[in-house]
Structures are given as structure tokens and as C-alpha cells.
């Protein structure tokens, strides 16, 4: 029970990494287009 709540919460942290990732990818593709 405690192992699905631990693997549940470590995928949505991952999900937010990548997340995070994608924004700071896209701020940074804008930066070095001007």
C-alpha cells in the first residue's frame, strides 16, 4: 500500500520535472532567437 502511494507520488514528480523542463526549454528557445 505504502509502495503504490510512493511510486504514485515519484511518477507526478516526474511529471513536474518534465514539466519544468519544457518551460525552461521553451523560455530558453526564445532567449536565443533574439
Known amino acids: 500500500m505504502l509502495i ?4 504514485g507520488l515519484g511518477r507526478e ?3 513536474v520535472q518534465v514539466r ?3 518551460e525552461v ?3 530558453f528557445a526564445s532567449v536565443s532567437a533574439h
Not at 503504490?4 to 511510486?7: D, K, P
Open 4 to 7: 503504490n502511494f510512493l511510486m
Open 13 to 15: 514528480m516526474n511529471q
Open 20 to 22: 519544468n523542463a519544457n
Open 25 to 27: 526549454n521553451k523560455l
